[in-house]
């Protein structure tokens, strides 16, 4: 079948893999062909970065996407770089998780700038490298523009419905001690021993009846979820130490100080913080960006996603997460983007563009 021009680039760039950390030939490719459109673009170690400049001066819209994936893996029926279409949906890694909300961005940029660009301002799209991991390029590439944009819309796969909130995510390291006694010995001394792997195992239950911080509105309870554990060196030795890692999904409503004093209570264990960059955001209240969506769209349904993503990097921008595709796809051997919804998403970016810079 043949493919629309937005499809058509979309299907490029799934044909060439981009995981973390090796996303070079795609950013070039994406360059040229951004260099072809017309576009005036810049790429560095950052970012790709193309504009599209009004006739006079005026705001800034951001729509800021990422160009790395997960690896593929291994439990594909089909070549996840083939872009291939089945019923109306091209398949691969990175369709949906973001390449497919990407491709819709510089679409709508292309067709923006063939208009002759908006009425004022400008219109910035980024795409980014390393968002998969702790090493995402999204911080420096929004100090590269010198001031924050006026408001931005962050491109990750919504079913084209607003997401006015997504959680946080706070990750600790808990620390048991305890004492190391030899375990053919252990039941001669009269009581247990104090081994860290069992005061691990009498205080991980109590996660679950712990409430870590206030309800929050859209996004519900704050949640720790132990994900990996250590303990012990040897099977006949109590173990002297235990460690797990515990995955905290935070709301606007959590105190991260309070969250690590209160797990350390209820745990009974030292509370390490290892990453607590990855802070929840929202939606302002006042959104002009959010209203203009609802004037285009007035049956779409705001709604909180549990996942994270760079919009922890603009949280103090007027901004919504906004994107064609399926969440529950992403990182799957089934990543499958419907050629039709990418469509309309390179039309809903390009009308919120117009109306934003009008």
């Not at 950390?21 to 795609?26: F, I, L, M, T």
């Not at 594909?76 to 909300?101: H, M, N, Q, S």
């Not at 799209?125 to 702790?134: I, N, P």
């Not at 309870?221 to 235990?242: C, L, Y």
Request: glycine letters at 8%; hydrophobic letters at 45%.
């Amino acid at each position: 079948m043949s493919l629309t021009p937005t499809a058509e680039l979309l299907a490029a760039l799934v044909r060439i893999p981009s995981p973390s950390g090796e996303e070079g030939a795609v950013a070039q490719w994406l360059e040229q062909w951004a260099r072809r459109a017309g576009l005036d673009v810049r790429r560095d170690d950052a970012a790709v970065r193309i504009e599209v400049v009004g006739a006079r001066p005026g705001p800034t819209l951001l729509l800021a996407s990422h160009l790395d994936t997960v690896p593929a893996g291994d439990a594909w029926e089909i070549d996840p770089f083939a872009a291939e279409v089945r019923d109306g949906a091209l398949w691969g890694r990175g369709a949906v998780d973001a390449k497919g909300p990407l491709s819709a961005m510089c679409a709508a940029a292309a067709r923006l700038g063939a208009e002759g660009g908006p009425r004022c301002g400008r219109l910035l799209v980024l795409a980014t490298y390393g968002e998969e991991t702790r090493h995402t390029s999204m911080p420096r590439a929004l100090e590269a523009l010198g001031a924050l944009p006026d408001a931005a819309v962050v491109g990750e796969p919504t079913g084209l419905e607003p997401c006015i909130a997504q959680r946080g995510l706070l990750i600790l390291e808990a620390i048991w001690s305890g004492r190391a006694v030899h375990a053919g010995w252990a039941a001669e001394l009269g009581r247990r021993p104090d081994s860290a792997l069992d005061a691990a195992v009498r205080g991980l239950p109590r996660l679950a009846e712990t409430e870590l911080a206030p309800i929050d509105p859209l996004l519900g309870a704050t949640v720790a979820t132990p994900t990996v554990m250590r303990a012990g060196e040897a099977r006949n030795v109590t173990p002297e130490r235990a460690t797990a890692v515990l995955d905290v999904r935070t709301t606007p409503a959590a105190d991260y100080d309070v969250v690590r004093r209160r797990l350390s209570e209820v745990l009974g264990a030292e509370i390490r913080v290892i990453s607590d960059r990855l802070r929840p955001a929202r939606t302002p209240d006042d959104s002009r960006l959010l209203a203009l969506f609802g004037a285009l769209r007035p049956s779409a349904t705001p709604f909180a996603s549990p996942t994270s993503s760079d919009w922890v990097f603009l949280r103090e921008v007027d901004a919504i997460k906004l994107g064609p595709g399926d969440s529950r796809l992403s990182h799957t051997s089934r990543e499958a983007m419907p050629l039709e919804e990418v469509e309309r998403g390179t039309g809903l970016y390009l009308e919120l563009a117009r109306n934003f810079l009008a």
